[in-house]
């Protein structure tokens, strides 16, 4: 039985063992000692019924484990609705999520009006050079002043 376990879970269970016997034994007297023994429980106003106490220990017993019974099954239907809510709403939100994903995929993507084409230039040309080039490109290319017109923000929509 403790074969494969480490002195202290060893430990550990020989005193759990212990405990539940010396409890056993404990209820095992508390019976006979209070078989005979009559007591008067009330439990309506006006009613009064003579009992043993043996009985009304069990019946205490029967009734606080009904209330806990009660309690936990209240507590895990609230819990249950709240979790059915929870997944109704992510439910809800992943389905407009997905709509809005769909209407995006059905719009039409634009195209530039205009692309410049990349210009190549020699290795014994200077940077300089290349400067001036496009200074003087911007203002006698029609296509660049067209581009810099279309490039103005569109409204927000």
Known sequence: MLMGMSFWRKLLAVIKLLLAAAITVFCIMLLVNNAGQQTTVWYWPGKQETTSIVYLALFSFVAGGLVVFLAGASI??????????ARKMQATQDRHTSELHRKAGMLRQRTPAYVRPVETHSQDESPIDRMSD????????????????????????
């Open 76 to 85: 895990w239907t609230y819990l249950s609705m709240r979790w059915k809510r």
């Open 134 to 157: 496009r200074t003087s490109d911007r203002t006698s290319d029609p296509m660049i002043v067209s581009e810099v017109v279309n490039q103005a923000p569109e409204p927000r929509v």
